[in-house]
């Protein structure tokens, strides 16, 4: 049965919220902790994400940038900066070796509230998808169905997901070279039904900055040996190279984000959001 876990009590913690009771005491490690929160308020405040009150379903896949996504919303929470309720949430989709154990025992020892749904998505997408092809999209699309339906159930207003920087830089170029338009991963969005927002506070945040937090947290972090064991994606692809643009001219990346919220559309063909007859 899926049922959402309460918080267990736990002992007050001076200083921070339970999650980063063992944390590295570093100055390196304050520092990028620092930048991760700033980071993310920006996020939330620059795209008007949050409304007192509301309830957010979490999406943790058991990867280092859900993982960083809970733990940087916790964090903010208990600094009196997020006034939402949080649920985590991950959707078990039934893959060969998935450890169940870990993601529900780490939730309850850190006391975060949580529910564990199973649905086999991984026999429908290796029967639907032909051999050698990516399952990566039909993947997604059933995944996120199913959280729909679960924020629905759990009276949440927004799923937030853990996309970072890197992720909304790979898919504008995925959809410039392949698509043919200029299209990216938007930091807020409404689901075909309305009913559901779609929210992505890591939008500012480096992968690398996640990965190094990740690893100082000590997330027990779970492979994905569906996806992940494929080569020849378009987006590893495009990460490959955004991270040679990065080592060649360092800084890029920042540039090419904040050029994501600086459109000049009379600089652009498009005559659909541009009226150039007038001109």
């Excluded at 564990?116 to 990566?136: F, L, N, P, W």
């Excluded at 679960?150 to 992720?167: F, K, N, P």
């Excluded at 992505?200 to 492979?223: G, T, Y």
Aim: a neutral charge.
């Amino acid at each position: 049965m899926n049922v959402a876990v309460p918080s267990p009590e736990l002992p007050e913690i001076e200083g921070c919220h339970p999650l980063f009771r063992d944390v590295p005491s570093s100055v390196e490690f304050s520092k990028l902790r620092k930048r991760l929160v700033r980071q993310t308020r920006e996020a939330l405040e620059a795209y008007s994400m949050v409304k007192p009150g509301e309830r957010w379903l979490v999406a943790l896949s058991g990867g280092k940038d859900s993982y960083g996504l809970i733990a940087i919303l916790l964090d903010l929470k208990w600094r009196g900066l997020l006034p939402v309720d949080l649920l985590a949430c991950n959707l078990d989709q039934g893959q060969p070796n998935f450890p169940k154990h870990i993601l529900p025992d780490y939730l309850t020892t850190n006391g975060i509230p949580h529910r564990i749904e199973y649905q086999d998505t991984y026999s429908v997408v290796t029967d639907k998808v032909a051999e050698g092809s990516t399952y990566c999209s039909l993947c997604s699309r059933l995944r996120r169905g199913h959280l729909y339906r679960i924020a629905r159930e759990e009276g949440c207003s927004s799923l937030v997901l853990g996309h970072h920087r890197e992720d909304v830089l790979e898919t504008f170029f995925m959809n410039l070279f392949h698509a043919g338009r200029l299209a990216s991963m938007p930091p807020k969005l409404m689901n075909d039904d309305g009913d559901v927002k779609v929210l992505r506070p890591l939008a500012f945040c480096a992968e690398a900055d996640l990965a190094r937090f990740a690893e100082a947290m000590k997330f027990p972090i779970i492979p994905c040996d569906l996806c992940g064991s494929q080569e020849g994606l378009q987006r590893n692809a495009m990460k490959a190279m955004l991270d040679d643009i990065e080592r060649r001219m360092p800084g890029r990346k920042d540039t090419m984000i904040r050029a994501l919220t600086n459109v000049r559309s009379s600089h652009l063909l498009d005559r659909r959001i541009f009226d150039f007859a007038a001109i």
